[in-house]
């Protein structure tokens, strides 16, 4: 009944070591910094060139982070 919780704790306990020192996933991020410290209007031209954004969503982003 209880023989899977044998390994279960030692496995939780070795994740929150490693999560402790730092390791994370790559890719993972927690929305407020970007990995290669990209400026906003980069960011903005890129989402631009990809589609993601229509030519007038883009001028309005690239005036409102100009002024």
């Given at each position: ?27 993972q991020n927690n929305g407020f910094t970007s990995s290669s ?31």
């Amino acid at each position: 009944m209880f023989m899977g919780f044998g390994l279960l704790i030692p496995l939780l306990v070795i994740g929150a070591i490693v999560y402790a020192l730092g390791w994370r996933p790559q890719g993972q991020n927690n929305g407020f910094t970007s990995s290669s410290s990209q400026s906003a209007l980069e960011i903005a031209r890129e989402r631009y060139a990809r589609g993601e954004l229509s030519k007038e969503e883009f001028e309005q982003l690239r005036h409102d982070l100009n002024s």
